[in-house]
């Protein structure tokens, strides 16, 4: 029975064991102890490129948090700088002008100068922004 079944297979899908019996000669034929070195030496230079990417990949993500980080904490100083500017000058803000304040400073956290004066335009106070 499972000869006959065998015979059908290899009747129907004859180029499967012949692909696979030349493949086989081919690489008894064709290999050497150099190429083997070789294909063992590109995949430790590969191991390394890729360890070495790895590690620029987090740099820059590192880099690119603590830019963010630090956009984000100008964001917050300018908008304590303009509620103290309303507190020393008896005014108030309302919820509106703070809604406003609080858009500029995330629409603009990445560019202090255009918040600065966005903030200058709503409020009327000119904030003082430091790196």
């Known amino acids: 029975m499972f000869l006959k079944k065998l015979l059908s297979f290899l009747k129907n899908y004859w180029y499967v064991p012949v692909g696979l019996l030349i493949a086989v000669l081919a690489l008894l034929f064709t290999r050497d102890k150099k190429s083997i070195v070789d294909w063992a030496d590109t995949l ?20 690119q948090q603590a ?29 509106k002008q703070r809604k406003r304040i609080e858009e500029i400073t995330k629409k603009l956290k990445n560019d202090p100068r255009a918040m600065a004066d966005e903030i200058e335009k709503t409020t009327g106070y000119r904030v003082l922004i430091v790196d």
């Open 44 to 63: 430790k230079r590969t191991r390394e490129q890729h360890a070495e990417d790895v590690k620029i990949i987090s740099e820059s993500h590192e880099r």
């Open 67 to 95: 830019a963010n980080d630090r956009a984000v904490k100008r964001a917050l100083e300018v908008q304590k700088q303009v509620i103290e500017e309303y507190v020393k000058n008896e005014r108030e803000l309302d919820a």
